[in-house]
Nanobody, 124 residues
Framework: QVQLVESGGGLVQAGGSLRVSCAAS????????MGWFRQAPGKERDFLVS?????????YADSSVLGRFTISRDNAENTVYLLMNSLKAEDTAVYYC????????????????WGQGTQVTVSS
């Protein structure tokens, strides 16, 4: 059983930056990809970005974060990061990390391991 544990959420002013992290509990866990999703109040969960574990190739699913958010990973620590710059009030949401062990990191339906979420609040 693998658990994904997010950290780093919090309150930030608009225009600021924040980095959230997600660590897999098992060191031998070798996902095909990991990604970040978010869910704002009253809205569906949105797929933001993912990264292929072996190559580090990112896929930005949500154009609204392109150029502002950067995904990265540390294979040795089994940790994925999301650096968020130029934050806006509309980025306020619960951010979830997820992992897939199958071979399509662009398909949000493939993600079968989920973290508990971390709240990011951007004040305007």
């Amino acid at each position: 059983q693998v658990q994904l544990v997010e950290s780093g959420g919090g309150l930030v002013q608009a225009g600021g930056s924040l980095r959230v992290s997600c660590a897999a509990s098992r060191r031998t866990f070798n996902p095909y990809a990991m990604g970040w999703f978010r869910q704002a109040p009253g809205k569906e969960r949105d797929f933001l970005v993912s990264i292929r574990w072996s190559t580090g190739t990112p896929y930005y699913a949500d154009s609204s974060v392109l150029g502002r958010f950067t995904i990265s990973r540390d294979n040795a620590e089994n940790t994925v990061y999301l650096l968020m710059n130029s934050l806006k009030a509309e980025d306020t949401a619960v951010y979830y990390c997820a992992a897939t062990t199958s071979g399509d990191y662009r398909d949000p339906g493939r993600y079968n391991y989920w973290g508990q979420g971390t709240q990011v609040t951007v004040s305007s």
